[in-house]
Structures are given as structure tokens and as C-alpha cells.
């Protein structure tokens, strides 16, 4: 079964510290990894993926096959950051998103 | 570009009654519309997908009867909730990917929140 996990619901972490929001997937073949951010009052949005292997906003996010996690990571956390972080997984050839619980990123001045 | 918008952004209905809720594309053209249901503090549900022209593939677990899908257009998909019960509020989000796009890109409306009383 395709199943995202992410183990925390809340990271608060003060600026300028670095940042890893967590994720481990499952899934029998080989998935594309994403992750899509949610700022406060706005609609989802794709951050990355993890095939163009890309620094977005300072972040970035490396598939590790053999730990079957994507974690998300960011060297200096800005307090613009803060927002609700979903990591998500797509099979096949569907399309079809299929996302994690969800972390909120506080970061604090 | 790539603006996908959901009409109503919430509604109000009496238990029984049926709601319906649309998921426009505004600027392009989308191949696939998938349905979510987002619980308070919960992630994202599938629902179901939407392919226009022909019928919505459902996820296990979803009533097909109570939660009709019709993908009429290109630019339109819609979600009707028939015979809404107080257990069927929730926040309804779509999202759309775009013909030739990049696989895995999704473009969200702003989602609709229905509270059945």
C-alpha cells in the first residue's frame, strides 16, 4: 500500500537555525517524491520534487531509497518559512497525490 | 497562470438537502481533477479522480452514490454532495494537473467548506 509518513505535527524551531521536516514513504515501485507547502491563508503549492533535485527558497529534499524517506531540509530557517509542510507521493502513471499528515513549521524570531 | 478556483468557498445546508461545489481551471486546460477531503488538522483525503468525458475513479472507502462527480469539460469539474449529513462537513479541496504538465504538479483551488446542520 502507498502510505506517507510524517512523524511530527508541530516543528518550532527560532530563525536562523537550520530545519528537517520528515518523511518516509511506502511504496512497492519506484514514486516520485514531493513536497507542497501551505502558507497561512493561502492554497496548497508545490515547493519541490524530488526528480528535478532543486533548491527552492533554501530548501531542499534528497530521496533516500534505502531509508525510504524524503526529508526536507534548510540550513538558516526565516521566520517567512512558517507554514503547514505536506510531503506527498505519486504511483504510477495516475497522477494522483497521495500526502502525509502534514508538519507545521513555526519559526520563531 | 495555472489558477484553479472552487465556488462556493463555504456553504451552509440543512441535513438532506444536496450541495454542489465546482472546481474551474482557470487558464488552462486540465487532463485530471482529483477530489480531497481535508478533516480539522488532518491531511489531505482522496477522494477521487476525475478524468473528463468519463467517469471518476474512487477511492476505497468513498461512496460514489453520495459523493457524485461529474467532469463535464476541460476547465470544469464538480462535486455533489447528495443527502448531506452533519458527518459529511468537512473542507472540500481540488486540484487540477495541467495537459502536458509536470507529472505530480497539482494546482489547488482555495477549497470549500461545508457545514451541514
Known amino acids: 500500500a502507498q502510505r506517507v509518513t510524517q512523524p511530527e505535527k508541530l516543528l518550532s524551531v527560532f530563525k536562523g537555525a537550520p530545519v528537517e521536516l520528515k518523511c518516509n514513504y511506502s511504496?512497492?515501485?519506484?514514486?516520485?517524491l514531493f513536497w507542497y507547502v501551505q502558507y497561512s491563508r493561502q492554497r496548497l503549492q508545490l515547493l519541490l520534487r524530488?526528480?528535478s533535485r532543486e533548491s527552492i527558497k533554501g530548501f531542499t529534499a534528497d530521496l533516500n531509497k534505502g531509508e525510504t524517506s524524503f526529508h526536507l531540509k534548510k540550513p538558516f530557517a526565516q521566520e517567512e518559512d512558517s507554514a503547514m509542510y505536506y510531503c506527498?507521493?505519486?504511483?504510477?502513471?495516475?497522477?494522483?497525490?497521495?500526502f502525509g499528515q502534514g508538519t507545521t513549521l513555526q519559526v520563531k524570531p | 497562470g495555472a489558477v484553479v478556483s472552487q465556488h462556493p468557498s463555504w456553504v451552509i445546508c440543512k441535513s438532506g438537502t444536496s450541495v454542489k461545489i465546482e472546481c474551474r481551471s482557470l487558464?488552462?486546460?486540465?487532463?485530471?481533477m482529483f477530489w480531497y477531503r481535508q478533516f480539522p488538522k488532518q491531511s489531505l483525503m482522496l477522494m477521487a479522480t476525475?478524468?473528463?468525458?468519463?467517469?471518476?475513479?474512487?477511492e476505497q472507502g468513498v461512496e460514489k452514490d453520495k459523493f457524485l462527480i461529474n467532469h463535464a469539460s476541460l476547465t470544469l469539474s464538480t462535486l455533489t454532495v447528495t443527502s448531506a449529513h452533519p458527518e459529511d462537513s468537512s473542507f472540500y479541496i481540488c486540484?487540477?494537473?495541467?495537459?502536458?504538465?509536470?507529472?505530480?504538479?497539482?494546482?489547488f483551488g482555495e477549497g470549500s467548506r461545508l457545514t451541514v446542520l
Open positions: 486540484s487540477a494537473s495541467r495537459i502536458a504538465g509536470v507529472t505530480g504538479e497539482l494546482f
Open positions: 511504496y512497492s515501485g519506484s514514486p516520485e
Open positions: 524530488h526528480i
Open positions: 506527498a507521493l505519486t504511483a504510477g502513471n495516475t497522477g494522483k497525490l497521495i
Open positions: 487558464d488552462f486546460q486540465a487532463t485530471t
Open positions: 476525475s478524468n473528463e468525458g468519463s467517469k471518476a475513479t474512487y
